[in-house]
């Protein structure tokens, strides 16, 4: 077997091992939500526009023809949607939840609609879309800045997940390379910023470390 092939497969094994792992992280969150009956300290816009993002690159994956885009996001897709009706079913307030849903899929069936009826050119579709799905994920790292922000205000981190920090430096490396081997920059641009604020989020935890967790222990040594 080439060098090359190896490389690539585990890259590619490592893009899908990573990111499914930070998907994950939000099981604890369903826990909580079954266990209290209630989505008290749940967040819920980060579960229906990661699923949007997740929908985004399966349909870039699957115009592109690359297995490890189609596998993560579908996977991805599948667990946020658990999150978001597990999010439901406990929310007292499902108005709002649902209108804010139904105003992301609108704007993503809109996409849909734009990509596939008005550009019938497989070549310029892939751009656009892969334009569009980028921009969308560096929104989506650059949004908890103002989360950032606040640790510093509050010289606490309380509010960060450390295991969710470690996921996405991980992921977002991977798949920067992952991008940088196919030479697709739709693919490594958007997932530097992930690099970026999961450094960040780092320091904040060597900066203003949670005295009674002892799993940070090691950004001391």
Same mark, same amino acid.
């Given at each position: %077997?080439?060098? /090359?092939?190896? @490389? ?13 792992? %930070? ?13 209290? =009956? ?17 929908? /985004?690159?399966?349909?870039? /994956?699957?115009?592109? /023809? ?18 978001? @009706?597990?999010?439901? =079913?406990?929310?007292?307030?499902? =108005? ?22 008005? %550009? ?19 929104? %989506? ?17 309380? =509010? ?62």
């Amino acid at each position: %077997m080439e060098t /090359g092939s190896v @490389a690539d497969s585990l890259l590619s094994g490592a893009c899908v091992f990573f990111t499914l792992g %930070m998907f994950s992280t939000g099981l604890s969150d369903l826990r909580h939500m079954q266990m209290t =009956r209630s989505v008290d300290s749940v967040q819920f816009l980060p579960f229906l526009t990661t699923d949007v993002n997740n929908l /985004g690159w399966l349909s870039y /994956g699957v115009l592109k /023809g690359d297995g490890t885009l189609i596998i993560v996001n579908t996977v991805g897709a599948v667990l946020q949607t658990l999150y978001i @009706a597990a999010y439901l =079913r406990y929310c007292p307030q499902k =108005r709002m939840v649902l209108l804010q849903t139904a105003t992301l899929l609108g704007v993503l069936f809109l996409g849909y609609g734009y990509f596939g009826v008005l %550009m019938p050119n497989d070549e310029a579709r892939l751009q656009q879309l892969g334009l569009f799905c980028s921009v969308f994920t560096i929104s %989506m790292y650059l949004s908890p800045l103002a989360d950032l922000a606040k640790v510093i205000q509050t010289k606490s981190t309380h =509010r960060l997940s450390f295991s969710l920090t470690i996921a996405t430096l991980l992921s977002s490396a991977s798949w920067s390379l992952y991008g940088f081997r196919l030479s697709d920059p739709y693919i490594t641009v958007p997932n530097l910023p992930g690099i970026l604020t999961s450094f960040i989020r780092l320091w904040l935890f060597w900066k203003y470390p949670p005295e009674q967790d002892k799993n940070y222990w090691l950004l001391h040594t």
